[in-house]
């Protein structure tokens, strides 16, 4: 077909939906002007996009003489993608238009307590329920829908969509929730990421690490991984395993993800709060280990309570000799830290900035995520619309 007036056309077609994706409603004069396209073309070219329901016209435009011309416009409810971020704890949706809008996001609780085949059907089925119900109340039905992406806490093999592993509270469910699996249950176009590469994407495209040219995103809660991007592209790997930081070793040989983790932390806590308590029986740390979560742990530190500053000061340590490592071989412009326990900047980013300026040779600016719980829907989100727009410019080129 290349090189048919079809396909010239369909080229037009999508070079006039750029421009308008990119500057609003516009006449037909002005994106003639624009594009370079000639009046005749792009009004064969718009009526043509009116068709399929991709431009809308709306208004007009406000001319200094003569009679107004109507506007143009990029129809960005034409469809819908979601964006589904599969947790260890909680399930989180958002249903975006295809301008990236935000018009519905939910949170639900994991499904706990089950295993296997039974626990995967049961989540697949709760998802299942939980996008009809979204959809229904938003007025939509599924053919609105042209694509899902999922961010999941594993390893997803990026030829086959298969899991390879996944964090510690999900496994056995490796097989439910690949890509195949996923695609049985779910009428649309379906796309599984790893969750921390999506929060990277998500933080790059409209968070704190907006346009970086190099930059990591540092995901620490349940599990503990890493997103890096350059130039605006996902590292990726041999098996997709860049980013894996479970797997790097601290002192005396300790997996990181065994060490940072929530669980990490916790065992950290309790044995320095065993310790204190054998050192002085009435220090009144009681209460903080009998009741102790890594929530608690840090409201501890914001109120100064002595025995939690030492301990995240300790933490911040070997959450350190992890990003010195990463800042070594990569020499990052910036690294972003999220998840339940990177999320608190403000405890962790001071110990941590003090170590690094004292002993980083490279040494990169540290914040944390701006999207916060949101990163890993906001980056599937952004993959669900990237495949989406390609499919649209596709079909037109068919």
């Known amino acids: 077909m290349a090189g048919t007036p079809q396909y010239i056309r369909n080229l037009n077609e999508n070079l006039i939906m750029d421009a308008l994706i990119a500057s609003g409603a516009m006449s037909r004069a002005d994106i003639s002007r624009q594009t370079?396209?000639?009046?005749?073309?792009?009004?064969?070219?718009?009526?043509?996009?009116?068709?399929?329901?991709?431009?809308?016209?709306?208004?007009?435009?406000?001319?200094a003489q003569g009679r107004k011309?109507?506007?143009?416009?990029?129809?960005?409810?034409?469809?819908?993608?979601?964006?589904i971020d599969i947790g260890a704890t909680r399930i989180r949706i958002a249903l975006s238009d295809l301008n990236g809008g935000i018009k519905d996001y939910?949170?639900?609780?994991m499904l706990s307590g089950q295993r296997g085949d039974r626990a995967g059907m049961a989540i697949l089925d709760v998802l299942r329920g939980h996008m009809d119900e979204l959809l229904t109340e938003n007025q939509l039905s599924w053919n609105q829908i042209q694509c899902i992406g999922f961010g999941i806490p594993a390893v997803v093999l990026p030829e086959s969509g298969d899991i390879d592993r996944i964090v510690a509270p999900l496994e056995g469910l490796e097989k439910l929730l690949s890509l195949e699996s996923l695609s049985g249950v779910f009428p649309c176009e379906v796309i599984l990421e790893n969750d921390v590469n999506l929060a990277a994407l998500g933080e790059y495209r409209g968070g704190a690490a907006a346009e970086s040219n190099l930059f990591v995103f540092f995901s620490i809660g349940t599990g503990t991984g890493a997103g890096i991007m350059v130039s605006g592209?996902?590292?990726?790997g041999l098996?997709?395993?860049?980013?894996?930081l479970a797997e790097m070793l601290l002192e005396e040989g300790r997996r990181l993800e065994d060490v940072l983790s929530a669980d990490g932390l916790m065992e950290l806590a309790r044995r320095q709060l065993h310790a204190s308590l054998l050192e002085d029986p009435d220090?009144?740390?009681?209460?903080?280990?009998?009741?102790?979560?890594?929530?608690k742990l840090f409201e501890a530190a914001r109120s100064g309570e002595t025995q939690a500053v030492q301990i995240l000061k300790q933490y911040s340590q070997m959450i350190a000799s992890a990003l010195r490592h990463i800042c070594v071989v990569l020499a990052p412009h910036l690294i972003v830290l999220g998840g339940g326990i990177g999320g608190n900047g403000d405890v962790l980013l001071p110990f941590l900035r003090q170590i690094i300026s004292e002993q980083f040779p490279a040494q990169p600016e540290l914040i944390c995520s701006e999207l916060g719980e949101r990163a890993v829907v906001t980056g599937a989100v952004q993959v669900a619309l990237q495949q989406t727009m390609l499919n649209l410019q596709q079909e037109a080129l068919e």
Request: proline share 4%; aromatic share 6%.
């Open 233 to 236: 592209q996902l590292l990726r």
């Open 69 to 83: 011309a109507t506007l143009i416009q990029f129809n960005e409810t034409a469809y819908y993608v979601c964006g």
């Open 106 to 109: 939910r949170t639900y609780p």
């Open 239 to 244: 098996g997709g395993l860049t980013g894996e």
């Open 283 to 295: 220090s009144g740390i009681e209460d903080l280990r009998k009741h102790l979560t890594p929530e």
């Open 36 to 63: 370079g396209l000639s009046k005749p073309t792009v009004s064969s070219a718009i009526e043509h996009l009116i068709e399929r329901n991709l431009v809308l016209e709306t208004g007009r435009a406000d001319n």
